[in-house]
């Protein structure tokens, strides 16, 4: 397991490279990666900046990582954050999970982003044509990680 929230961009083959090498036992690894929107909420979006408490985050996210290997076997997780300034079309989030097959990938992958986006301490704010607003959590994001308390 391995979390870093950071301000410096992630090269997605390298970290899945790491995810895996070494580990003959990984037949799947599953992954997702957010990138920053020029629109959002109907307005057009030319920059944002994230903020987090440090310790505080990490902790949040290597909590949410641990629950999901324990609801599925999973071998490795490797998740990134940024923090700091950016611009439509920069990489904001990867999660990439390992597993002997693609449905427990799957899952574990889809289960840590609906949880990182409803649980973890990150504040965004958006550089609009109307101004500065901070970004409030989304409803479809709590719908979605509540279906995995079911």
């Given at each position: 397991?391995?979390?870093?929230?950071?301000?410096?961009?992630?090269?997605?083959?390298?970290?899945?490279?790491?995810?895996?090498?070494?580990?003959?036992r990984a037949g799947a690894v599953a992954s997702?990666?957010?990138?920053?929107?020029?629109?959002?909420?109907?307005?057009?979006?030319?920059?944002?900046?994230?903020?987090?408490?440090?310790?505080?985050?990490?902790?949040?996210?290597?909590?949410?990582?641990?629950?999901?290997?324990?609801?599925?076997?999973?071998?490795?997780?490797?998740?990134?954050?940024?923090?700091?300034?950016?611009?439509?079309?920069?990489?904001?989030?990867?999660?990439?999970?390992?597993?002997?097959?693609?449905?427990?990938?799957?899952?574990?992958?889809?289960?840590?982003?609906?949880?990182?986006?409803?649980?973890?301490?990150?504040?965004?704010?958006?550089?609009?044509?109307?101004?500065?607003?901070?970004?409030?959590?989304?409803?479809?994001?709590?719908?979605?990680?509540?279906?995995?308390?079911?």
């Amino acid at each position: 397991m391995s979390v870093s929230v950071q301000e410096a961009d992630f090269d997605v083959g390298a970290e899945i490279a790491a995810l895996t090498a070494g580990d003959p036992r990984a037949g799947a690894v599953a992954s997702f990666v957010g990138l920053v929107r020029d629109v959002n909420d109907g307005a057009g979006v030319s920059e944002m900046a994230l903020e987090h408490y440090p310790g505080m985050t990490e902790k949040a996210l290597e909590a949410i990582v641990a629950e999901a290997k324990a609801r599925w076997d999973i071998y490795a997780v490797r998740v990134i954050h940024r923090v700091g300034r950016l611009l439509p079309c920069d990489r904001i989030v990867f999660v990439a999970v390992s597993s002997a097959h693609r449905g427990e990938a799957f899952a574990a992958c889809e289960f840590i982003m609906d949880y990182l986006k409803t649980r973890a301490p990150f504040w965004k704010r958006e550089v609009t044509p109307a101004g500065a607003r901070w970004v409030d959590a989304r409803e479809t994001d709590d719908d979605a990680a509540a279906r995995w308390e079911k």
